[in-house]
C-alpha cells in the first residue's frame, strides 16, 4: 500500500501561498518576478526559452515556472523547472514534486497532459529521479488521480513502480491505465520491466481495448522475433565491455520492444542476452566478423555471451525472451494441459 499524504492545495491558492511560505518564498517576490517575465504580455505571448533569471533564488525561480505554466502548460515551460530541479535541496525538490501532483489533481485538463508529459521526459526517463518523484507522487494523489501517474510510469524502474502497479490492480477504475504502463513498460524506448511479473499482474486485470490487450498479450506470451546479419568480435584492448560482442539484428515479426537482458535464444538453448540496443560502435577498434563479409548496417546490439557463441547468433532467425518469461509460458502451458487432462478424464 502506497504512503499517502495530503492532497497538494491548488496552484495559486490561499494555502498554496502558505505552503511557498514553509518554503521560505514570499508570494508577493513571485508575484513580482512574473509581472517582469510577462512585461505586460499575456502568458501565451511568452517565449519560455526567452526568460532569464539573473538573481532570483531558486524557490522563486521555480514557483514563477509553476504559475506561469498554469497560464500557459506546454513542455517549453516545465523544461525549465526541471532545470532548478537539478540543483535544487531536498526541501525544494519535495516543494516540486507537490506541484506536479497539484497540476495532475487540479489541472486544468492541459496542464495535467502537459505536467504527465514532462513527469515521462525529464523525471520517468532518469532512474534516479524516478525513484525520488514516483513514489511521492503516487503518495499524494487519491486513487482517482493516478490514471496519469500509471499512464506514464513505463520508464520507471520496476522495482520502483511493483507496489504502485499492484494496488492499483485491485481498483478495476485503474485497469485501463495500468495497462498502458504496463504497455509501456514493454514498448517504452526506456520502458523497465520484470517481464514475469508483468504476466502475472497482467492475469489480474481487465483490459477492454482491443489493441492494447493485442500488444500486452504478445509481450507476455510471445519472443521477439529477430533476424540476425554478422556478428562482430571487438579485439581491442579499448573495449570496454569483455565478455560480450555485437550482433547485426532486425525485427522480423510482431511489435518492436525492448527488454534489458533478454535471452537469445536457438533451437530451444540460450546463448546470449542482449545488453545494449542500438549500441554506439567504433569501427576503429580492431575487430572481426563474422562470417566475414560486409556489413549490411542493420542496428547493432551488444550481447553478452561467450564469443564462440557469435557463430550460432549469426545469420539466422533468433527469439529474444524477457528473462524467465520463457519458463513461466511454459509453465502455464503443462498447467492448462494438465488442466485439460484432468476435466477430459
Given at each position: 500500500?502506497?504512503?499517502?499524504?495530503?492532497?497538494?492545495?491548488?496552484?495559486?491558492?490561499?494555502?498554496?501561498?502558505?505552503?511557498?511560505?514553509?518554503?521560505?518564498?514570499?508570494?508577493a517576490?513571485?508575484?513580482?518576478?512574473?509581472?517582469?517575465v510577462?512585461?505586460?504580455?499575456?502568458?501565451?505571448?511568452?517565449?519560455?526559452?526567452?526568460?532569464?533569471?539573473d538573481?532570483?533564488?531558486?524557490?522563486?525561480?521555480?514557483?514563477?515556472?509553476?504559475?506561469?505554466?498554469q497560464?500557459?502548460?506546454?513542455?517549453?515551460?516545465?523544461?525549465?523547472?526541471?532545470?532548478?530541479?537539478?540543483?535544487?535541496d531536498?526541501?525544494?525538490?519535495?516543494w516540486?514534486?507537490?506541484?506536479?501532483?497539484?497540476?495532475?489533481?487540479?489541472?486544468?485538463?492541459?496542464?495535467?497532459?502537459?505536467?504527465?508529459?514532462?513527469?515521462?521526459?525529464?523525471?520517468?526517463?532518469?532512474?534516479?529521479?524516478?525513484?525520488e518523484?514516483?513514489?511521492?507522487?503516487?503518495?499524494?494523489?487519491?486513487?482517482?488521480?493516478?490514471?496519469?501517474l500509471?499512464?506514464?510510469?513505463?520508464?520507471?524502474?520496476?522495482?520502483?513502480?511493483?507496489?504502485?502497479?499492484?494496488?492499483?490492480?485491485?481498483?478495476?477504475?485503474?485497469?485501463?491505465?495500468?495497462?498502458?504502463?504496463?504497455?509501456?513498460?514493454?514498448?517504452?524506448?526506456?520502458?523497465?520491466?520484470?517481464?514475469?511479473?508483468?504476466?502475472?499482474?497482467?492475469?489480474?486485470?481487465?483490459?477492454?481495448?482491443?489493441?492494447?490487450?493485442?500488444a500486452?498479450?504478445?509481450?507476455?506470451?510471445?519472443?521477439?522475433?529477430?533476424?540476425?546479419?554478422?556478428?562482430?568480435?571487438?579485439?581491442?584492448?579499448?573495449?570496454?565491455?569483455?565478455g560480450?560482442?555485437?550482433?547485426?539484428?532486425?525485427?522480423?515479426?510482431?511489435?518492436?520492444?525492448?527488454v534489458?537482458?533478454?535471452?537469445?535464444?536457438?533451437?530451444?538453448?540460450?546463448?546470449?542476452?542482449?545488453?545494449?540496443?542500438?549500441f554506439?560502435f567504433?569501427?576503429?577498434?580492431a575487430?572481426?566478423?563474422?562470417?566475414?563479409?560486409?556489413?549490411?548496417?542493420?542496428?547493432l546490439?551488444?550481447?553478452?555471451?561467450?564469443?564462440?557463441?557469435?557463430?550460432?547468433?549469426?545469420?539466422?532467425?533468433?527469439?529474444?525472451?524477457?528473462?524467465?518469461?520463457?519458463?513461466?509460458?511454459?509453465?502455464?502451458?503443462?498447467?492448462?494441459?494438465?488442466?485439460?487432462?484432468t476435466?477430459?478424464k
Open positions: 500500500m502506497s504512503t499517502q499524504r495530503s492532497v497538494p492545495p491548488e496552484i495559486g491558492s490561499f494555502e498554496w501561498d502558505r505552503e511557498l511560505a514553509a518554503l521560505g518564498v514570499d508570494r517576490v513571485v508575484d513580482e518576478e512574473l509581472g517582469w510577462l512585461d505586460g504580455r499575456s502568458a501565451a505571448e511568452v517565449d519560455p526559452h526567452s526568460v532569464h533569471f538573481s532570483a533564488p531558486a524557490g522563486v525561480v521555480a514557483a514563477t515556472w509553476v504559475l506561469l505554466h497560464e500557459q502548460p506546454s513542455y517549453s515551460t516545465l523544461m525549465y523547472l526541471q532545470h532548478v530541479w537539478s540543483d535544487a531536498e526541501y525544494l525538490r519535495a516540486i514534486v507537490r506541484q506536479f501532483a497539484a497540476m495532475l489533481v487540479h489541472g486544468p485538463p492541459p496542464v495535467a497532459e502537459s505536467a504527465e508529459y514532462g513527469l515521462w521526459v525529464d523525471y520517468f526517463e532518469t532512474p534516479s529521479d524516478a525513484r518523484v514516483f513514489p511521492s507522487l503516487a503518495g499524494q494523489l487519491p486513487h482517482s488521480h493516478w490514471p496519469r500509471l499512464s506514464a510510469a513505463g520508464p520507471v524502474p520496476w522495482a520502483v513502480k511493483r507496489t504502485v502497479f499492484t494496488e492499483a490492480a485491485e481498483v478495476p477504475a485503474l485497469h485501463a491505465a495500468l495497462a498502458k504502463g504496463i504497455a509501456g513498460s514493454f514498448y517504452d524506448v526506456y520502458g523497465d520491466v520484470d517481464a514475469v511479473e508483468a504476466a502475472r499482474l497482467l492475469e489480474s486485470i481487465r483490459v477492454a481495448d482491443d489493441d492494447l490487450r493485442s500486452l498479450t504478445e509481450a507476455t506470451t510471445q519472443p521477439l522475433l529477430l533476424r540476425s546479419g554478422a556478428a562482430i568480435l571487438v579485439d581491442d584492448p579499448a573495449w570496454e565491455h569483455p560480450s560482442f555485437l550482433l547485426e539484428a532486425t525485427v522480423s515479426d510482431g511489435r518492436q520492444r525492448w534489458q537482458g533478454s535471452e537469445l535464444v536457438v533451437d530451444g538453448t540460450v546463448y546470449g542476452k542482449l545488453r545494449h540496443w542500438n554506439p567504433d569501427e576503429r577498434l575487430h572481426r566478423v563474422v562470417p566475414v563479409r560486409p556489413l549490411h548496417g542493420d542496428c546490439h551488444r550481447v553478452e555471451a561467450p564469443p564462440e557463441h557469435a557463430q550460432v547468433l549469426a545469420n539466422r532467425d533468433l527469439e529474444a525472451w524477457p528473462s524467465g518469461l520463457r519458463e513461466h509460458v511454459m509453465r502455464n502451458i503443462d498447467v492448462d494441459g494438465d488442466a485439460e487432462d476435466r477430459q
